[in-house]
């Protein structure tokens, strides 16, 4: 298998910002790619049945499969990073995960990211982490009656996020295994995030590819496209392929321009139009 194999899909959360969200899928199958991803597109954990009903019809009538959906995960424009961790929220976590679930059941997505959150003030992380395997097994359990698999990722840029490294989001996968049983949670393997955060690419894709449940890319620096920064991504891609990776490379970068203009890099039979 090499690269040329794995399919490409478009985040619409950081991507086509140009445009009003249901108008994005849209946009991304005019750019020729088959499967969309996106952050929780909504404002609240638990949106009104009018609201999911319109985000449902945006990606069908685009003709675009939702390859990757995030649980509520609070205000991340304001820096907050998932609820999982955070106990005065924990409640709301859970009314989310139904949702979630029901989204992915009906558009065909099996991958759920769970951001973990921030360490909070006043919170003991210890006591954090135990509410995160907890919640983390109520989430794996939700995904597994679709199918479905639940992602665990670091992520750079938020000083308070714990999961910095691709092994710190291993060890709460096992953590949660150990405890619950629950095991249908797998790393997303973020190369912008990692690489920012300090991991040496080489080294997480040789210990863990075989953990890797998801994959999203920007180049660095900048979170641009790729060729706009340093990383070799061709080469880690064809490694995650040779490591047994057989899913979606969702595009999770800032666009340096237009985002229309943004994918002169990949030709067009290799955008994922199924």
């Known amino acids: 298998m090499t690269i040329h194999s794995l399919p490409y899909e478009v985040n619409c959360s950081i991507l086509f910002t140009e445009l009003p969200l249901l108008e994005r899928p849209a946009a991304a199958r005019e750019a020729g790619f088959g499967a969309v991803e996106f952050w929780w597109p909504f404002a609240e954990a638990v949106p009104s049945d009018g609201e999911v009903e319109a985000f449902v019809r945006s990606v069908r009538d685009a003709g675009v499969r939702l390859a990757g959906l995030n649980f509520a995960a609070g205000d991340l424009a304001g820096g907050d990073r998932g609820l999982v961790s955070w106990p005065a929220r924990s409640s709301e976590l859970r009314d989310n995960l139904e949702v979630t679930v029901g989204i992915g ?64 989001a291993v060890a709460v996968i096992d953590r949660v295994a150990d405890r619950t049983g629950v095991a249908n949670l797998g790393l997303l393997c973020d190369l912008y995030h990692l690489a920012v955060n300090g991991d040496d690419l080489d080294q997480v894709i040789a210990a863990y ?14 979170r641009h496209e790729p060729g706009t920064g340093s990383l070799d991504l061709d080469r880690h891609l064809a490694d995650l392929a040779a490591a047994g990776y057989r899913g979606w490379v969702g595009l999770e970068y800032r666009p340096s321009g237009a985002s229309a203009d943004s994918f002169a890099w990949l030709p067009r039979e290799r955008r994922g139009t199924t």
């Open 105 to 168: 059941e009906r558009l065909g997505c099996r991958a759920f990211n769970a951001l973990y959150g921030n360490r909070v003030e006043g919170a003991d992380p210890a006591a954090q982490d135990d509410l995160a395997a907890e919640n983390l097994a109520l989430a794996g359990r939700a995904a597994a009656r679709v199918g479905g698999m639940v992602l665990v990722e670091p992520v750079s840029g938020a000083p308070r996020y714990p999961l910095r490294t691709a092994a710190d």
């Open 209 to 222: 590819g075989h953990r890797v449940a998801h994959v999203q890319i920007a180049d660095a620096p900048g």
